[in-house]
């Protein structure tokens, strides 16, 4: 349960990094809506991550959830600003926020994943 709060406290703070870069460049204009999305969406991935139980590296565990959730507001960026680059641009970028979320929350907080924390459980016990 810790390890979730931590997890999606960490998707918030990345969600204002990602509201933050988008209004002060002019990618999108500001709209209250556009900013409880990016949010909501980096909130949504930080729990996603913290609930995650794949047995993979902490690393790969961040990349591929980031780019999973991610992958949704890169859709509204494709819907609301139609084909270019940033929806793609952006979709390489969720790896890099689940990463960041995934390394504070396992590395920097040492909150592991369940299920790696299992496996290694077990592993002992034989």
Do not use: D
Request: proline share 1%; glycine share 12%.
């Amino acid at each position: 349960m810790k390890r979730i709060a931590i997890a999606t406290l960490f998707g918030v703070g990345a969600g204002v990094i990602c509201g933050t870069l988008l209004f002060t460049f002019g990618i999108m204009k500001f709209s209250v809506v556009t900013l409880v999305f990016v949010l909501l969406n980096r909130a949504v991935m930080g729990f996603a991550i913290g609930i995650s139980r794949l047995t993979v590296h902490w690393a790969w565990n961040g990349i591929a959830v980031g780019l999973v959730v991610g992958s949704i507001f890169s859709y509204f960026l494709f819907m609301s600003l139609g084909a270019g680059a940033l929806p793609v641009i952006n979709f390489l970028v969720n790896g890099l926020f689940g990463l960041i979320v995934e390394f504070f929350t396992t590395v920097v907080c040492k909150q592991r994943a369940v299920a790696i924390a299992q496996t290694k459980e077990r592993a002992l016990a034989i």
